[in-house]
């Protein structure tokens, strides 16, 4: 489970961002198209926060819709997948916006 490190990732950079005062909320960008399962980041966030300022902060998970653009008719075109056809039959798509995996920010008391 990789969500396991990301949330140690995400506690680790708070922490060294944030040198004082305690954490009360963390928002995070999670792109559709990014592999990271948000249930279950946040289901580790809490274990990774525990005996640092964040723990008992709030996560906040924002969805980043998948968006990708045809290289053949240059459409634009919602992703649930990364193996997204265009309707004009190009399988290949480059990927504007889904892969994010960022903290937005901060919020401390």
Do not use: W, Y
């Amino acid at each position: 489970m990789h969500e396991l490190s990301i949330s140690q990732g995400i506690v680790e950079s708070v922490c060294d961002a944030v040198p004082e005062g305690q954490v009360l909320v963390v928002t995070v960008e999670i792109g559709k198209l990014s592999g990271v399962v948000p249930d279950a980041v946040r289901f580790c966030f809490d274990a990774c926060a525990r005996g640092t300022r964040v723990e008992g902060a709030r996560l906040d998970i924002v969805d980043v819709p998948g968006r990708g653009r045809c290289a053949s008719c240059d459409r634009d075109l919602d992703m649930d997948e990364l193996l997204t056809q265009c309707p004009c039959g190009n399988p290949f798509l480059d990927i504007v916006c889904g892969r994010e995996l960022r903290i937005r920010s901060v919020e401390v008391n």
